[in-house]
């Protein structure tokens, strides 16, 4: 247990306060202090000594060369597990070939956090130069770019970790215009990790609702529960056009989920990949301009190594679904540990009446609940056809940070209050900066 000086020197060190009161009691520490009657605004929370001694011997090492994070590979992999929402996403490398593609016109900001020189967390950020109303401004974020819909820290003490990185980045030199970290979890089994470590650094964060998506749990039911849980007319509609379709031709249904090279399975199955991308070649996705369709030419060859990859992993999951032969709908996917991601789906036009894409889509329901999945991420987006599968409905959250000493920095925070209060029917305060 450490003395209660040091636990006083560690605690005022880092989370300095005015009219702020510190306790020690047995071996807690306990900041104390409430929005109404403290500056601070810091609500009663516990830290356990433990925690104390990790952050009091830590530092961060920073890493602005994808070259030299590659020494931190195993340690990034021996942390992965212990992630919360770790996904695909998450991992060292793929990482390494967002980098590889996109990184060219970013700056990478990689802080290793160490205690006594060992690592116990990775927070991986980049500088990107977005365009706002005020011009270019470089934000501070995770590097995910709205590939999936989680991000954050590599670690299991991520409150600590969050903490440590931006102290370090509030003691460098700012070469950033805001901080904006998207994809961020906040709810209760989270503890707002984030929100609570910018704070007690110092500065005033803004928590925003980012993105929705659709989810199917599966965990605790089983394929008919759920089937029967649905719209009794949607059911109806997916039976019948089941029925139809079989009277048609022949419909078989390709699921590929390689186990990982370690396992002695990382089969890419590049026809079934082939597949997927002549049915989005075909289909409304080969006109779209936004640049993320799975044959869009700015995407296809990142896509393709990520393919690769992922099935060396064992993080690839994709379905298709052929008649005759033909491939007629698909479901592409990324998948952890039961937990799937949907990336991108489609189907042939030829086939729409047919309603290829929902009968796709409850046959992979129907053998994600075979092998025992956790979740189903349907993806960003309140399409009706999202809202008829699922079960529930998740919100990541943004915190974003405006220096006041950037101007650029507060035209934004600007910008988006009035947004807000234009949106809103309700008077809207003007929001205090940081």
């Known amino acids: 247990m450490m003395p209660c000086r040091n636990i006083l020197l560690a605690a005022k060190e880092q989370h300095a306060r005015p009219n702020a009161r510190f306790q020690v009691h047995r071996s807690m520490f306990r900041l104390v202090g409430n929005d109404r009657h403290s500056p601070c605004g810091v609500r009663l929370r516990t830290i356990d000594t433990r925690t104390l001694q990790v952050l009091w011997m830590a530092d961060v090492v920073e890493i602005n060369d994808p070259d030299e994070l590659e020494q931190y590979q195993l340690v990034w992999n021996s942390l992965l597990p212990k992630t919360p929402r770790a996904s695909f996403f998450h991992t060292y490398d793929w990482l390494q070939l967002y980098w590889k593609h996109f990184g060219h016109d970013k700056q990478l900001r990689v802080l290793v956090v160490r205690s006594d020189g060992t690592p116990f967390g990775i927070v991986p950020l980049c500088i990107n130069r977005e365009r706002y109303h005020v011009g270019d401004v470089r934000v ?138 002549q049915i989005s070649q075909q289909s409304w996705q080969s006109k779209s301009t936004t640049g993320n369709t799975l044959c869009h030419p700015h995407v296809r060859g990142f896509l393709h190594d990520c393919h690769a990859t992922a099935a060396r992993i064992g993080m690839l999951d994709m379905a298709v679904l052929k008649i005759d032969g033909r491939p007629a709908a698909y479901q592409y996917n990324y998948h952890r540990h039961g937990r799937v991601f949907g990336l991108r789906m489609g189907y042939d036009p030829a086939f729409s009446q047919q309603g290829v894409g929902k009968i796709l889509m409850n046959r992979l329901i129907e053998d994600s609940f075979e092998r025992n999945d956790q979740t189903l991420d349907l993806g960003i987006g309140d399409f009706a056809f999202k809202r008829r599968f699922r079960t529930e409905v998740e919100t990541s959250y943004r915190y974003a940070c405006y220096p006041w000493r950037s101007w650029r920095s507060q035209g934004v925070r600007f910008s988006r209050w009035m947004k807000q209060r234009l949106r809103s029917n309700d008077p809207v305060s003007a929001p205090k900066g940081a």
Not at 151 to 171: E, T
Not at 175 to 192: E, F, K, Q
Not at 226 to 255: D, P
């Open 140 to 277: 501070l974020t995770y590097p995910l770019s709205d590939w999936g819909m989680w991000y954050g820290p590599i670690g299991p003490d991520q409150s600590a970790c969050m903490f440590m990185a931006l102290k370090h980045l509030s003691q460098t030199s700012r070469d950033w215009d805001m901080i904006d970290l998207r994809w961020s979890a906040a709810g209760p089994h989270d503890r707002n990790a984030t929100g609570r470590a910018i704070r007690a650094v110092g500065w005033q964060p803004r928590k925003i609702a980012y993105q929705s998506n659709s989810v199917i749990r599966f965990a605790g039911t089983d394929y008919e529960s759920y089937l029967a849980s649905l719209n009794k007319k949607w059911r109806h509609e997916i039976r019948r056009q089941t029925r139809v379709l079989e009277r048609a031709g022949k419909v078989t249904f390709h699921r590929h989920r390689p186990a990982g090279k370690g396992w002695g399975d990382g089969q890419p199955r590049w026809d079934l990949f082939d597949d997927c991308m």
